[in-house]
T-cell receptor, first 112, second 113 residues
Framework: QKEVEQNSGPLSVPEGAIASLNCTYS??????FFWYRQYSGKSPELIMF????GDKEDGRFTAQLNKASQYVSLLIRDSQPSDSATYLC????????????FGTGTRLQVFP | GAGVSQTPSNKVTEKGKYVELRCDPI?????LYWYRQSLGQGPEFLIY????????DSGLPNDRFFAVRPEGSVSTLKIQRTERGDSAVYLC???????????FGPGTRLTVL
């Protein structure tokens, strides 16, 4: 069973702090890794994707990938109340398919 | 440009009925994906199309579920003899081609009474 694991939270951080969201995956064949943000009652919205080991930065967001440890994370700097949402980690299902396997999501709460 | 659109936004039906859910992908996107999401869970893969053909239907839970994409654009997810356990938000996503980033539509909330 290919799995993606996330802590369901909630993760509570004060405004302006760094939020760190973590995800582990079981399939070593996975090539692509995605972070989606989902507001309550809305559909997932892509935040970042990463394919290579290391860090990838986009504005206040940094994705980190460690394939040896099968670990991917998302850092949100200068967290804002508008960042409060559920963050979904998704991993492609292997080399022979393009389906995404999602974790259950981590709920982030940023308080003023 | 326009994003992925899904109709209807909400569908309430009775147990045993047949339903069709429609997805209109982003123009020019050749890959189309169906997922469903239950409360408190991440999206669960159902099926995806590359062009008109189903490239992977391994997520369809049983033979009551079927999807088509006859002209390589709009797709319809069909559910026969609906059960209460089918209640969920059905999400459609499209990508420019296989392996590219998937962009999600607003979803159809299906409620089976």
């Amino acid at each position: 069973q290919k799995e993606v694991e996330q802590n369901s939270g909630p993760l509570s951080v004060p405004e302006g702090a760094i939020a760190s969201l973590n995800c582990t995956y079981s399939d070593r064949g996975s090539q692509s890794f995605f972070w989606y943000r989902q507001y309550s009652g809305k559909s997932p919205e892509l935040i970042m994707f990463i394919y290579s080991n290391g860090d990838k930065e986009d504005g206040r967001f940094t994705a980190q990938l460690n394939k040896a440890s099968q670990y991917v994370s998302l850092l949100i700097r200068d967290s804002q109340p508008s960042d409060s949402a559920t963050y979904l980690c998704a991993v492609n299902g292997g080399v022979h398919t393009d389906k995404l396997i999602f974790g259950t999501g981590t709920r982030l709460q940023v308080f003023p | 440009g326009a994003g992925v659109s899904q109709t209807p936004s909400n569908k309430v039906t009775e147990k045993g009925k047949y339903v069709e859910l429609r997805c209109d992908p982003i123009s020019g996107h050749t890959a189309l994906y169906w997922y469903r999401q239950s409360l408190g869970q991440g999206p669960e893969f159902l099926i995806y199309f590359q062009g008109t053909g189903a490239a992977d239907d391994s997520g369809l839970p049983n033979d009551r579920f079927f999807a088509v994409r006859p002209e390589g654009s709009v797709s319809t997810l069909k559910i026969q003899r609906t059960e209460r356990g089918d209640s969920a938000v059905y999400l459609c996503a499209s990508s420019p081609t296989r392996g590219d980033t998937q962009y999600f539509g607003p979803g159809t909330r299906l409620t089976v009474l």
